[in-house]
């Protein structure tokens, strides 16, 4: 899942952390101008090599044998023993806690439950990512026998929470957490500002082109080439 916290080193403990909503938007960089997005020959090289290996891991994927796959698992556990999770109320509330990677999602959900209000602690809630949408369910036999690491929720992830009942999911609605949790809250901690976009990559050579390096996109921008195309 995107912006995500590193996981810790140390064996986690029964500690949590609880961050304040916060309205802040990320700062974005200038508009660049147009001659920016025009696509040079590496633009077009990296786009076909990276349209190249995912086909290519696509063809290759069912031939991988379990003993792969699981060797890569173990590999992957062995690098990120523990995982750190955010669970983001719809205020924008944000519980925060490390857990084994070897821990089940059941283990996350007992951990939010733990700390709702007593009158909230019988209604449901689903735990879910946003976009593209995935539901993690207790209920859902792909899920419930995973590990966190197998769910690819390692080293870290920002899961989102909604509850059954849609009073409590509107953002003036305060998180329904104990009294003592939310007088723990902190302010969120801000992300460093992103660098001046209107520092362009210095310039590399390429074999027959006098083009430069290859650009990124802007969020804000379509490029000329794909306008055509489209």
Do not use: C
Request: no cysteine.
């Amino acid at each position: 899942m995107s912006s995500q916290p590193p996981a810790e080193s140390s064996q986690p403990g029964p500690l949590f952390k609880v961050f304040k909503p916060t309205d802040s938007q990320p700062r974005l960089p200038p508009p660049l101008p147009d001659e920016y997005f025009v696509p040079t020959a590496a633009d077009l090289k990296d786009a076909q090599s990276t349209l190249t290996a995912r086909t290519k891991a696509l063809v290759d994927a069912p031939l991988q044998s379990r003993a792969v796959r699981e060797a890569a698992e173990k590999s992957k556990r062995d690098r990120w023993p523990l995982t750190r999770i955010r669970i983001k109320f719809p205020d924008r509330t944000q519980l925060e806690k490390v857990f084994e990677s070897t821990d089940k999602i059941k283990s996350v959900y007992a951990f939010v439950r733990e700390l709702l209000k007593d009158d909230v602690k019988p209604i449901k809630f689903i735990l879910y990512q946003s976009p593209p949408k995935r539901d993690f369910k207790v209920s859902d036999p792909k899920v419930k026998t995973l590990s966190l690491s197998e769910l690819q929720l390692s080293p870290a992830s920002i899961l989102l929470l909604r509850f059954e009942d849609e009073s409590l999911n509107h953002v003036n609605v305060t998180a329904p957490l104990l009294p003592e949790v939310l007088s723990k809250a902190i302010d969120l901690p801000i992300p460093p500002a992103p660098e001046s976009a209107s520092q362009k990559p210095s310039p590399t050579p390429i074999a027959n082109s006098s083009s430069t390096t290859s650009k990124p996109l802007s969020s804000n921008k379509i490029p000329k080439w794909l306008k055509i195309g489209s």
